[in-house]
């Protein structure tokens, strides 16, 4: 509420400088302009904007270590609906993220994944009101994410903590948007 209250008023003085009214062709609007300009500075306007408009990917994710010992999942597949499916293909992808290097069955697992997140994209993408959800859209980009991974390194190989660390954003983000029905 506070943040809403610094960015209206800022909004309105920058409105006001601006507006026909104010703008006389005398140099003390002028001055007082670049006065005000001055005073917020251009580190005022960042800040504003960063706290009236926040980032998902600033949100804070625990990125959990990588582990070598996990239970191999025995659901592989697609049941056709779509939220039950989305959360399935999450949940595996979650595993997939956290397997470390050596980690039991992770070329098996890496298999599977990659044609589960195929049949996913190729089967869901066909539907505009599916196709048009927030959760498929983070689900889409996470898949050819790991995908790529899966591409470019093969299924033996950890995925780096980078990308680690935004796939568990975007877990996270498709969570929610799943709870929500979106």
């Not at 960015?7 to 005000?36: N, Q």
């Not at 293909?89 to 990659?114: C, P, Q, S, Y």
Request: net charge positive; aromatic share 12%; proline share 5%.
């Amino acid at each position: 509420m506070k943040t809403t209250a610094i960015i209206l008023a800022s909004s309105m003085a920058v409105a006001s400088a601006f507006s026909p009214s104010s703008m006389k062709m005398s140099t003390e609007g002028v001055s007082a302009r670049r006065d005000f300009f001055k005073t917020i500075g251009t580190a005022g306007v960042a800040t504003a904007s960063t706290i009236a408009f926040p980032l998902v990917a600033s949100a804070e994710i625990e990125v959990p270590p990588q582990v070598t010992e996990y239970e191999f999942p025995t659901d592989w597949g697609l049941e056709f609906d779509y939220a039950a499916d989305a959360a399935k293909v999450r949940k595996h992808m979650v595993i997939a993220t956290g397997l470390g290097k050596g980690a039991n069955k992770m070329e098996d697992f890496g298999k599977n994944m990659k044609k589960e997140m195929v049949d996913f994209v190729s089967y869901y993408r066909r539907f505009p009101k599916i196709a048009g959800k927030p959760s498929f859209s983070t689900l889409y980009t996470s898949i050819n994410v790991l995908a790529g991974h899966y591409t470019s390194y093969g299924f033996k190989y950890p995925l780096p903590e980078k990308r680690r660390k935004r796939l568990y954003q975007e877990y996270a983000e498709i969570e929610k948007s799943l709870k929500r029905g979106r």
